[in-house]
């Protein structure tokens, strides 16, 4: 029995190292190596970890954002990981887990204004990207009860509606910049045009 566990251990790593040679562009969100994905409570934890890592970094962003878009995509985000991390927490007694997330974007605490935003949202953007492959790759396949798979696809969908946010707020930023510099261009040709 003890070698069939080993084994289960090995194959979780050997997953773990995959996804992490393939996630590279759109950044890794990874389990602690010892993360057991067999069992509910381990699932649960992880959740838990996902949960915190990105209340963490909203709240640590949302005083620092002085954009409405970008504030409301970090309070959602709060607010909605706030209400998994009590749905999993429960179920996740007996244990932490630990995630790693390296999404490669600068640290977000050495920036402001609107490079801060920019690396937030990308940030967000990547994250959620990954934890969704983690999600359907790993963690949804191995959930033993469907009440735990029902709590994940409901917890995917969310993190789906969330990327879908960020997206949208990266791409209003985006064109409102491009607007921005034709504007720019368009005012510095009609004033080299004139009598």
């Known amino acids: ?21 393939t996630a590279g562009a759109a950044g890794r969100v990874m389990a602690d190596p010892a ?7 381990g699932i649960a934890r992880w959740v838990v970890a996902v949960d915190q890592a990105e209340a963490q970094t909203a ?3 949302k005083p620092k954002v002085v954009s409405v878009p970008v504030w409301q995509l970090a309070e959602r985000i709060a607010v909605d990981h706030a209400k998994v991390d ?12 630990s995630i790693a997330v390296q999404s490669g974007v600068a640290d977000l605490s050495k920036l402001s204004g609107e490079e801060l935003e920019k690396a937030y949202v990308d940030r967000e953007i990547k994250f959620h990207e990954a934890v969704l492959a983690t999600l359907a790759r790993d963690v949804i396949p191995n959930a033993s009860s469907l009440p735990m798979r029902d709590r994940l696809v409901a917890f995917s969908d969310q993190l ?3 990327l879908q946010e960020a997206k ?5 930023a985006a064109f409102r910049k491009t607007a921005e510099e034709e504007r720019a261009e368009i005012s510095r040709e009609i004033s080299n045009d004139g009598p």
């Open 59 to 61: 709240a640590a962003v």
């Open 86 to 97: 009590r749905e999993f927490r429960d179920l996740a007694a007996g244990g932490t887990a």
């Open 1 to 21: 029995m003890e070698s069939r566990s080993n084994g289960k251990a090995r194959s979780l790593s050997v997953a773990l190292a995959l996804f992490a040679l």
């Open 160 to 162: 789906e509606s969330e």
């Open 35 to 41: 993360q057991d994905f067999s069992d509910e409570a």
């Open 168 to 172: 949208s707020v990266q791409y209003a």
